[in-house]
């Protein structure tokens, strides 16, 4: 049975990666077993581990931003998203969620953020805030981008590696969360164009304002992966 949910995720993933405009290796179907699978599950727990930690600082800007030009409600909300973050702890599965959840929360918001300080008149107070907001924000951006792209390789690694033998997966642990990490991997594909025009919707608006943020183009510019 395990198997089995196991070829139909791959199968998912390599129809979704078809689709996704991406500039990716060939992918094969992978061999039947004998893959270093101690390895791939550690470099997923690895990537996530990036991904969820640059969030909570994206997120702590985001919240920060919200509560600069006065919108409580909005801050009140991320902050309970980095909560949900950080209780996904350190299991494999959970991180994957996590990660999953939050990049799209984080790219929603973003771009709201960006709506809502292109809508006002900014004081001086609230620039000051903003900027600080923003040191935070594009210090996680730039944090998590390792991350998905860590993620990323790895769902091809695993791909390649096609179905594991019982045996590849003694002792591995996290290895029952395979199957539903696997199954988020072209939601990340998704996310990278998604988190990063939602980066530079929000870089966009500080500099409408004349706030200038420390963070580049090229920090910002979508990977070729």
Known sequence: MYRNSFVKILGV????IAVSGFKLPSLGGGGGGGADWKTIVGDFKTGFGKINKG???VLEGIAASYEAIGLKEKAAVAR???DNLKSAGDKLGAGSD???VQSEYMAEASVDLAKEMSAKSLSAEEKSKLVEASKNYFMGAKNAIPGYIKVI?????AQDAGTPSPTDLIGVAGAGDLPGVVKNIPAFFKMIPTSFKAF???KKSLEKADIK???SDSDLAVPEI
């Open 13 to 16: 993933i390599l129809i979704s």
């Open 55 to 57: 969030l909570e600082n």
């Open 80 to 82: 309970q998203n980095i």
């Open 98 to 100: 996590a990660a999953s």
């Open 153 to 157: 390789t790895t769902g091809k690694k």
């Open 200 to 202: 530079q919707a929000y």
């Open 213 to 215: 943020p420390n963070v």
